[in-house]
């Protein structure tokens, strides 16, 4: 008999993504095989994301149309729903969705394969929601879709509690990985051929909190820089209150760790970082900018920012525009504010209009459009350094990679430099796309 086969849907942050990976790996062990596509697979995860709503009633609409399929043309489809939206609406999903089979909660990731074989075999529907901490999961069984960079979680979890976030809710309480495992990670992904690694956690700043013997994330850094064969070192994300002098100097200090920040600034106005519950001022924020940027010359800096906030005036509005005007930054990642049930600010006036919220989105992105293409213009006719990673996902005849500076590169194909760091001149650009010619090998 042939194996069942599966497909993995994953919304939202890269947290999501590696999980996703985590469960391929799984499915795979208890002898399940890839689909070729959602058309054609027996088992359906949903691995969803709670933090706007826009996302969740993504996933939730798959939902109803997977659903429906099973109804009306697949009875034996095996749907599960994983992530953060399951651990929000919990065991309830089962009795909301008929032909859901599998509910799996954030902590419980490591039994979502084993719940599907259930069902599988005949079991009954099923919901696994506990909150104990997720232990370790097995390295061994993560699929990592690039051979040249990967993702490893350094925490899960955070205890910072902005005002507008769900994270708390449904990923819990911030926990560290003992650093031992995470290193031994790193080293079996070089022996696999991986290059860079990126650290995930909410909040890593934060981590080796109850750790023992004592850890900071400076310290994790240096431990995870030393491993030999390793080119590049990124991690995110940043929360700017717990951004100490021993991090800046390990960014400046450590080869591999590159020269580049995502640390989101959300507003640019006093009172609503406040309400926010965001603990930094805009001058404390700005002062961190100086301190980066003078320890770490060329460091290209991201950020995350909110509007439409509840009581975010258009003055309020304008200091945010001027703090982007101010930093300057490489990339950002701009979001309406969308309320979270549950959450401080759930109970708060959702008093900005959409229209208004859309048209402050769309100020900001033109904005950070226009400085993205500025700053990128200036490197036209320079040379950067790039990993390579593969054939480009838009365009099948060009190759991609990025610079430390994490912007992408687009070239002409290279096999066989997959990997590699190479120098690439830069002949055109837009405010997201380096496009370049390879150059001379550049090892660094
Ligand atoms: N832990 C990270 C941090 O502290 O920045 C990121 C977590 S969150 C998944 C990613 C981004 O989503 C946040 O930085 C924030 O800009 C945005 N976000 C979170 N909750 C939101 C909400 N209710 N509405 C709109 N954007 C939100
Ligand atoms: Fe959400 Fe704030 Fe935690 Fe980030 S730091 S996950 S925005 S609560």
Do not use: W
């Amino acid at each position: 008999m042939s194996s069942p086969t599966f497909f993995i849907r994953t919304y939202g942050c890269q947290m999501n993504e590696l999980d996703s990976e985590f469960i391929a790996g799984s499915l795979v062990e208890h002898g399940l095989a890839p689909a070729a596509g959602i058309e054609d697979a027996e088992v359906i995860v949903l691995n969803t994301c709670t933090v706007r709503e826009a996302a969740e009633r993504k996933a939730l609409g798959l939902l109803g149309l997977l659903a429906r399929r099973k109804r009306e043309r697949q009875p034996g489809l095996v749907l599960a729903l994983c992530g953060c939206v399951a651990q929000a609406k919990r065991e309830a999903l089962l009795t909301q969705v008929p032909e859901l089979d599998v509910v799996c909660g954030t902590r419980r990731l490591h039994r979502l394969a084993e719940l599907v074989q259930g069902v599988l075999d005949g079991g009954p529907r099923t919901s696994d929601v506990a909150e104990a901490a997720l232990p370790e999961l097995g390295l061994e069984r993560t699929q990592h879709p690039s051979r040249v960079k990967a993702f490893v979680a350094v925490m899960r979890g955070c205890d910072n509690y902005c005002a507008y976030c769900i994270v708390p809710y449904v990923r819990g309480r911030e926990v560290s990985r003992a650093p031992g495992p995470i290193v031994e990670e790193v080293h079996h992904l070089i022996e696999r051929g991986v290059r860079e690694v990126t650290l995930l956690g909410q909040n890593v700043n934060a981590y080796g909190r109850g750790l023992e013997p004592p850890i900071d994330f400076a310290g994790l850094l240096e431990r995870v820089a030393e491993v030999p064969g390793l080119a590049r070192v990124r991690f995110v994300t940043s929360h700017p209150k717990d951004i100490s002098p021993r991090l800046i100097e390990a960014i400046g200090a450590l080869r591999p760790v590159c020269e580049s920040l995502h640390f989101p600034v959300q507003s640019g106005r006093d009172t609503v970082l406040e309400r926010m519950n965001r603990k930094y001022t805009r001058a404390q924020y700005l002062d961190l900018v100086e301190r980066l940027r003078k320890r770490v010359p060329g460091i290209a800096l991201s950020t995350d920012l909110i509007v439409g906030f509840p009581g975010e005036t258009d003055k309020a509005f304008k200091e945010t525009v001027s703090l982007v005007e101010a930093v300057r930054y490489d990339g950002a990642f701009i979001f309406k504010y969308s309320p979270r049930p549950g959450t401080a600010a759930a109970t708060l006036d959702d008093d900005v209009p959409l229209e208004v919220k859309q048209a402050r989105l769309q100020r900001l992105l033109a904005l950070q459009d226009a400085i993205s293409l500025e700053k990128n213009r200036a490197l036209v006719g320079q040379r950067v350094a790039v990993l390579v990673e593969g054939s480009s996902r838009k365009n099948a005849e060009r190759f991609t990679g990025r610079t430390r500076g994490n912007r992408i590169v687009v070239f002409e194909p290279c096999s066989e430099r997959v990997g590699e760091i190479v120098s690439a001149e830069v002949l055109d650009v837009t405010p997201h796309t380096l496009h370049g010619r390879l150059t001379q090998p550049a090892e660094a």
